[in-house]
């Protein structure tokens, strides 16, 4: 990896992304032509991650507008715009608006935790409510916000990665959580983005990632992601962090973020919330790296935040290998929320800010 | 399952035990008839749980005179005693001593944590370090030794769980880590056993079973158990935890140890530690159930405890399934050592104990 990671990518008509399920055993791109196949790689996590999943939505109002009025051979959209004349004249704007509509409704559904994803297709509202001449202009400006959804990101991410890197110093380990990389963004990263900028500058910088079950993310994404870029990196359990942080081995911890609330408290995948309290036992600094986009200042505090809870297979079984009785059952929310006090501080696009976060 | 699981057995010269790697998919009972093999399985984990690998390193022993002096078609221990008649007589005392010094330092070097395991060895050598009149009352008395074991922790099991029983009310939910039942023990257990003996007398128990990556114990083996006795268990990741807590659905946590030191530092299972601090965020009591064979009054503090590090396969990869990329390492630490000042108390054969525990 030089650069950028292709997580997703619109091209022809369809929606292109890496289905990160199969990594780090496999790298396969998956081309997706419907919406309800875009869900599908939603919800089973083939893209996941909360910038990425508010690009993939942008992009999937796209797409809705492909399949719906799609004929052969032809496509409208592709990575250089909103390219074909022939979109259909007697279709009118209000019923583009009407489709867009149910399709938004249809992604925002997939995740409810994420922030990203509903914010990314309210953009994408505020767009397509506008009074247009017709179709074809809406349709363009529609391209250009998730253009825009998608360049905004890569720029974030870089910026965050600027914010964090004077975090850290030459030889330090950092620990981390879930994936927070290229494949969580648009192909850069955020927590893990800051690793990436420090090490751009120059510094020597251990990777340890949790594997975070039940999806291992940290075991299959952020260590795929850090071997891509020749950093090391060291896998270990999520109930090992307590003993590795004993040894004072861990110049900090850096996790990303699902929602932030207004008070700072941080919905994160799962098993952040033990981390934290790990760190603070030991001192060791605990910091949330996120674009602001992931505040969500209309909820005032942790309560507030909706949590997705998955099935209980993913705790049951590991790709096929039963490891749960048939008769047990299972506890399997998808994050956990990390109350402030435990956070030092947030590596954001504008800097490091602490809350509270104005509305 | 009505009493005791069958953990581990002495019948005929050989030892038989559950392999417990292949639970919940497959229940297999092993036949052992040489003391490698019993190492390999101890190491492998087919067997585990230190009071279980109390009872292994005492059968162990007996073993190793099987295998060294064994003669076609006969054999001189089983379920019953030292019950061969035919010791070879050209067979000194002092032979049989060195032999069992030599076989007592294999199954010693197997796994350095858990106390019980040269505890137990400890024992057997205070008897065969006596005077004897010979080979066969050395033998005749070793094997009442290994039996002692055996039944002490039966004993020892069904005590700790009446000590702990009334901790619970009806209608609790308790949080278990590892497994810490019949098959972590002589076939009752010690932080289960808890549950089972509240069950037993009545109460209606929910158990929230951590996983307890990387060999899923936990998932496997405690979720088993419940099962096997009709109790009703979920299971959870072990990041969970502090997720579960915060919802204030659990009343205590119950773990087991493998080694406690004179001021009460305890070394169990990874992922302990961290349970020990979600606990201590939510004001859950967070209890340690042990033999009191598993304080080690000679270790002042858990910086004295030994740690066994594993091999990074465990955590990089699940049962061939690869999860990790093969040139990322791994921390595997098998245990952590969690502070005195995060447990309520000790549940032992003895009742609820409080260090410091005098030599």
Redesign the interface.
């Known amino acids: 990896v030089r650069d950028l990671i292709p997580t997703i990518a619109l091209k022809k008509g369809a929606v292109e992304l890496i289905d990160q399920t199969l990594l780090?055993?496999e790298y396969k791109v998956l081309r997706i032509a419907k919406v309800e196949a875009l869900c599908e790689a939603i919800t089973s996590l083939r893209i996941r991650g909360a910038p990425a999943l508010g690009i993939a939505g942008a992009y999937g109002l796209l797409l809705g507008v492909e399949e719906e009025w799609r004929t052969s051979g032809g496509h409208y959209f592709d990575e250089n715009g909103f390219v074909a004349d022939g979109f259909p004249p007697a279709v009118t704007a209000d019923a583009v608006r009407r489709h867009l509509g149910l399709v938004s409704e249809r992604l925002r559904g997939t995740r409810p935790t994420a922030v990203n994803l509903g914010w990314a297709l309210d953009r994408m509202m505020d767009i397509w409510r506008r009074e247009w001449p017709g179709p074809a202009e809406m349709l363009r400006a529609l391209h250009g916000e998730a253009r825009a959804i998608f360049e905004e990101d890569v720029a974030m991410c870089r910026a965050i990665g600027r914010s964090g890197a004077a975090l850290l110093k030459d030889g330090d380990a950092v620990l981390t959580h879930c994936n927070t990389g290229g494949l969580a963004t648009s192909g850069y990263g955020t927590a893990l983005g800051v690793v990436f900028a420090a090490v751009e500058s120059g510094k020597r910088i251990h990777v340890?990632?949790?594997?975070?079950?039940?999806l291992?993310q940290g075991?299959?994404l952020n260590?795929?992601e850090?071997?891509a870029r020749g950093i090391?990196?060291?896998?270990?359990?999520?109930?090992?962090?307590?003993?590795?942080m004993?040894e004072k081995k861990i110049a900090c911890v850096i996790v990303g973020a699902d929602r932030i609330a207004a008070n700072g408290d941080t919905a994160n995948k799962?098993?952040?919330?033990?981390?934290a309290?790990?760190a603070s036992?030991f001192g060791v600094p605990f910091y949330v790296a996120a674009p602001s986009s992931t505040i969500d200042p209309s909820i005032p505090d942790g309560t507030a935040i909706p949590?997705e809870h998955r099935s209980a297979d993913e705790?049951?079984s590991?790709?096929g290998?039963?490891?749960?009785?048939r008769?047990?059952?299972?506890?399997?929310?998808a994050?956990?929320?990390t109350p402030r006090d435990l956070i030092a501080g947030f590596i954001t696009e504008q800097g490091i800010v602490q809350p509270p976060f104005g509305g």
């Open positions: 780090p055993a340890y990632a949790d594997e975070t079950r039940p291992l075991a299959r260590a795929w850090c071997v090391p990196v060291s896998v270990l359990c999520d109930g090992a962090s307590a003993a590795l004993s799962i098993g952040t919330f033990s981390l309290l790990a036992r949590i705790v049951k590991f790709r290998v039963v490891t749960v009785p008769e047990a059952g299972a506890y399997n929310p994050f956990d929320v």
